[in-house]
Every structure is written in structure tokens, then in C-alpha cells.
């Protein structure tokens, strides 16, 4: 079975929905009429997303990128996650150039693989938008204890779970406190990725499993 790491569908009912503004974005709109969702942010960006799946429980694995600054890691990221098979991406805490000129480029693409890219600022907001099942938060020992499962899940993929993937870019990316909205896991047998290098090995081993059900 060959199948997107992400599914599509649209949001129900109604065509207007508006989610109570926080600190980091004012408005969001989803336009189930049109398929389009509009994001305005508190700093004047204006994103608009294709058809989404981040309000439906049907089985989607969503990789995140939090913590970085320039445009290659942006980039390499997001190609890599399209790669294999993702198609929904989150940044967040975004500085310097991968902010203005990074994350732009990311949109680009993922809008040629017709996919979704969300921007924002924090984990906490990503959690708030997407309500996953399952968080997991890659980062190296010591900080650390579980080893990486993908067996683990794909099973939670199969019973149309929600699982939210956050990669550190900086070293080490997610803080102490941060570490607390999900499992902190490593790769057995395998030091210093870095964000490109985990984010291709862990969508690589789950892709593999999908496809060989």
C-alpha cells in the first residue's frame, strides 16, 4: 500500500470557522466553500493553505521544525520531508533569514506538491492548532531516554491517530521545558544527525513500514 504520510480532507459544515486569537496569530479562517484556509498573523504575514487535514482524525504524521534560523536548513528540510512522503510541515521559532526568507521559500514548494505549510511560533501553538495524540520530540541523550519506534507509530497511524514529529534545529533546538508537550526520543546506535539527518531517517523508516503493509 503506497500511501502520503498525510491525508487531505475538508473541514465540515461550516464555511466560516474563527479560532479565539493568542498572542502569536490574530486570526484563522477556514473557507471550506473555497478549500482554502487564510492565517493572519499578529506581524502582517498572510498564509493561505490548501485543502486541510489538521482538524481530521484520519491518520496523519506531521513533521515540525522549531527552533532555526537560515534559509538552507529551511529549505533542505521541507524538500526532505516532501521527499518522503510528508504533507503537512510545521516551522516555528524561526530567526534571522529562515524567518524572512526561509520559510517563504518552504511555502513555494510545498504549494508545487500541492501540501501544507504552517508558520508559527511556538510548539505550544502547533499543539493548540493541530490537537495531535502523540508529540514526539527528537532530540540527542542525555536529554533523552526513549529510543525512536517507528513500529510505535505507524500502529497509532493505523487507528487513525494524529502524531505531531518536532525536530530541533538549533543545538539542541528544544528546550527543557519544551521537552514537556511531548516523549522525548533518540536513534539507537546513531549520534549527531543534526535536524536534516533526523528528519530523513525517521520518515525514511516510517515510509518503509507503510508501504510494506
Known sequence: MNRHLGNFADYPQSPTLTITPSKHYCNFFCYSFLK?????????????????????NNGKIIVQLHNFSGIN????????????????????????????????????????K????????????????????????????????????PEEIINSYKEDKTILLIFGGAEPGI?????????????????ELGCLGEVTLALYQLRNLIEDD
Not at 521559532?93 to 514548494?109: F, R, W, Y
Not at 505549510?117 to 531516554?145: C, G, H, M, N, T
Open 73 to 112: 536548513t529551511c529549505r533542505e528540510f521541507v524538500k526532505i520531508a516532501l521527499g518522503l512522503g510528508a504533507r503537512e510541515i510545521v516551522f516555528s521559532k524561526a530567526a534571522g533569514t529562515g524567518a524572512t526568507a526561509g520559510v517563504p521559500i518552504a511555502q513555494k514548494l510545498a504549494h508545487s
Open 36 to 56: 482554502i484556509v487564510v492565517v493572519y498573523q499578529s506581524d502582517g504575514y498572510v498564509f493561505i493553505y490548501y485543502p486541510f487535514s489538521f482538524f481530521m
Open 175 to 191: 528546550t527543557k521545558r519544551e521537552l514537556e508537550y511531548g516523549i522525548p526520543v533518540y536513534f539507537n546506535k546513531v549520534n
Open 114 to 149: 500541492k501540501a501544507n505549510v504552517l508558520y508559527l511560533q511556538e510548539i505550544e501553538d502547533a499543539i493548540e492548532l493541530i490537537s495531535p495524540d502523540y508529540v514526539y520530540l527528537f532530540i540527542k541523550r542525555p536529554f533523552s531516554k526513549e529510543v525512536f519506534n
